[in-house]
């Protein structure tokens, strides 16, 4: 059994795991948007993080013919879309990477690889057909560990927090002035509808500072004021984990 995202979330929020370690952003395909609505559904912290070097290969089980299509995570195809597409292959969304290769190991189909890590081809006897078939060399994602409950790490340097505002003019604007006054750095938006409430959306913010300084604990004494619903997913310190 390899575990999706949703069975992540749930092993740690049914206290399976203390900690599971999720993809979020890949530096090629972007944001991994199902991640988003499982943070706040179950409302986990984001205790770490490690941007990891990306390195996709096709694969087949041997003697199963040329490749004319194969599975993998929606995100994977998308990081090795000038490949496929320059070599006529079909693609279909897999769970994961991973769970691709296995299944094409048992399953042996004509005709039908997987997009996975030369890690996962050799755990699962693939033939490796072609190696490093992303987009960019510098295909990097960045994985976030999850827990039930915060933790304040003294050396964190990047926080996450999300929030949805009054459906009213210049909302949004009026908050991201506050960061830019108090000379907070944000390095990254993203928003994601809220179910229920016909488009509108609760927006995720990523910012460079510490829970310890001055200016972000302004920030947290003027942002219930402005939002009509405010959370803080967590601190972490992004390491960069070098792959041989």
Do not use: W
């Not at 995202?5 to 049914?14: G, I, S």
């Not at 994961?96 to 997009?115: D, Y």
């Not at 229920?196 to 003027?222: C, G, H, I, K, W």
Request: glycine share 6%.
């Amino acid at each position: 059994f390899l575990p999706g995202f949703r069975d992540v979330f749930e092993a740690v929020h049914n206290g399976a795991g203390d900690y599971g370690v999720v993809p979020v952003e890949n530096s090629d395909a972007g944001s991994v948007s199902e991640v988003y609505d499982l943070i706040m559904k179950h409302r986990m912290f984001i205790v770490g993080a490690a941007d990891i070097p990306v390195r996709h290969c096709l694969c087949r089980a041997k003697g199963t013919g040329a490749v004319k299509k194969v599975l993998s995570k929606h995100e994977a195809l998308v990081q090795c879309s000038a490949y496929l597409a320059a070599h006529v292959i079909e693609t279909e969304a897999y769970s994961n990477t991973a769970a691709a290769a296995k299944f094409i190991a048992e399953t042996r189909p004509e005709g039908v690889g997987a997009v996975c890590s030369a890690q996962a081809a050799e755990e699962y006897g693939l033939e490796v057909i072609a190696a490093d078939i992303q987009n960019t060399d510098n295909n990097c994602t960045r994985f976030i560990v999850i827990s039930r409950e915060a933790v304040l790490p003294e050396d964190a340097e990047k926080i996450s927090l999300c929030f949805s505002l009054p459906h009213t003019p210049g909302s949004l604007c009026h908050t991201l002035e506050r960061f830019a006054l108090l000379g907070l750095n944000l390095t990254k938006i993203e928003s994601r509808p809220i179910p229920e409430r016909n488009f509108e959306f609760m927006f995720y913010f990523d910012l460079e500072t510490s829970v310890y300084t001055p200016q972000f604990q302004q920030l947290m004494a003027e942002l219930p004021s402005l939002c009509e619903e405010f959370s803080y997913l967590g601190s972490d310190k992004a390491e960069e984990i070098v792959i041989t």
